[in-house]
């Protein structure tokens, strides 16, 4: 499988974007997905996972009630919602999947894809 993570850039703090994760080479529709993301000078950290039927999802604290993670398992597609941007947010984002949205939440993860870089200016 091979994740291309896109709809990154740069952002106003209170704004919005939206992220897509557009997979190929085989369905995703069974997997679970996940996007995590990397600060400058941090470890890379969990934001949100997503189950495969859309309906389970777990989200990092920070972000809760401002990030909304969704699929479209007939676009082979998993997405982002970010609203309520803040400086902090700012970071590369990377989508991922595995087995179980619980599994990739935990860093257990069969494919990266390569991240979009988000940066919220102040």
């Known amino acids: 499988v091979q994740l291309q993570a896109s709809g990154g850039g740069l952002v106003q703090a209170g704004g919005s974007l939206r992220l897509s994760c557009a997979a190929s080479?085989?369905?995703?529709?069974?997997?679970?997905m996940a996007w995590f993301r990397q600060a400058p000078g941090k470890e890379r950290e969990f934001v949100a996972a997503?189950?495969?039927?859309?309906?389970?999802?777990f989200y990092a604290d920070p972000v809760k009630g401002r990030f909304t993670i969704s699929r479209d398992n007939a676009k082979n597609t998993v997405y982002l919602q970010m609203n309520s941007l803040r400086v902090e947010d700012t970071a590369v984002y990377y989508c991922?999947?595995?087995?179980?949205?619980?599994?990739?939440?935990?860093?257990?993860?069969?494919?990266w894809g390569k991240g979009t870089q988000v940066t919220v200016s102040s």
């Open positions: 080479g085989r369905s995703i529709r069974m997997d679970g």
């Open positions: 991922a999947a595995g087995s179980t949205a619980r599994r990739v939440q935990s860093a257990v993860v069969d494919y």
């Open positions: 997503i189950g495969w039927r859309g309906i389970d999802t």
